[in-house]
């Protein structure tokens, strides 16, 4: 067996295009559009930083805190199991001459069943910080794509664009951020209900 399995990887931060309506900083955008006539040199448009937001928002610093500590209770659970089998397997090897034949084979089969089972909860525990990383994730997006759409009604603001480094938005004015304002105001309102956000699953490792 191998010891000190790590099961925890660092989180994935997800890109996210925000489209909505902000009156305070935004500027004002020169294109013309095609079509049924639509000009757009009225529209009023801003952009945030994605990394940014996500980050300092402190839903996620609480999320990211508690799958990072799961992550370790879950690892140290799983090398527990496995010194406890190689200790199992050491002692086989230390008396298994002992045995007769079909008592030799006997434990061997049970010490292959016992791996295959260590081998599957350690699958599953992967498994079960993978789904919680996703739906925090699915969670952070949904919260703030329904702030940035409040934030943006509130200030008058026809479109906020995603700025994410290789993105499609190679410039825009400083003018048009406004990270800032969105961070503060997405905390304010997460701290106003910290209740109104979906905790982490539960710990698989207390059942077993």
Do not use: H
């Not at 067996?1 to 305070?24: E, N, Q, T």
């Not at 703030?144 to 943006?152: F, H, P």
């Not at 499609?168 to 209900?193: F, I, P, Q, R």
């Amino acid at each position: 067996m191998k010891k000190g399995l790590k099961i925890f990887g660092g989180l994935a931060l997800a890109s996210v295009l925000f489209y909505s309506c902000d009156k305070k900083t935004a500027t004002t955008a020169e294109v013309e559009i095609s079509g049924e006539g639509i000009a757009a040199k009225d529209l009023k448009v801003a952009y945030v930083y994605t990394d940014s937001v996500i980050n300092k928002y402190d839903y996620f610093k609480k999320m990211s805190e508690e799958i990072t500590s799961k992550g370790k209770r879950f690892d140290s659970d799983l090398q527990s199991r496995a010194r406890g089998f190689e200790q199992e397997v050491a002692t086989f090897q230390q008396t298994g001459g002992n045995m007769t034949p079909n008592q030799a084979r006997a434990k061997q089969d049970e010490l292959v069943q016992k791996e295959q089972n260590l081998m599957t909860y350690r699958n599953n525990l992967m498994q079960e910080l993978s789904a919680d990383e996703a739906k925090m994730m699915n969670d952070i997006y949904e919260q703030v794509q329904k702030y940035i759409k409040e934030y943006a009604s509130e200030n008058d603001i026809d479109l906020i664009l995603s700025y994410t480094r290789g993105g499609a938005m190679w410039y825009a004015s400083d003018a048009m951020d406004v990270t800032a304002s969105v961070v503060e105001g997405l905390n304010k309102k997460y701290l106003a209900n910290p209740s109104g956000a979906t905790p982490a699953a539960t710990d698989t490792t207390k059942k077993k």
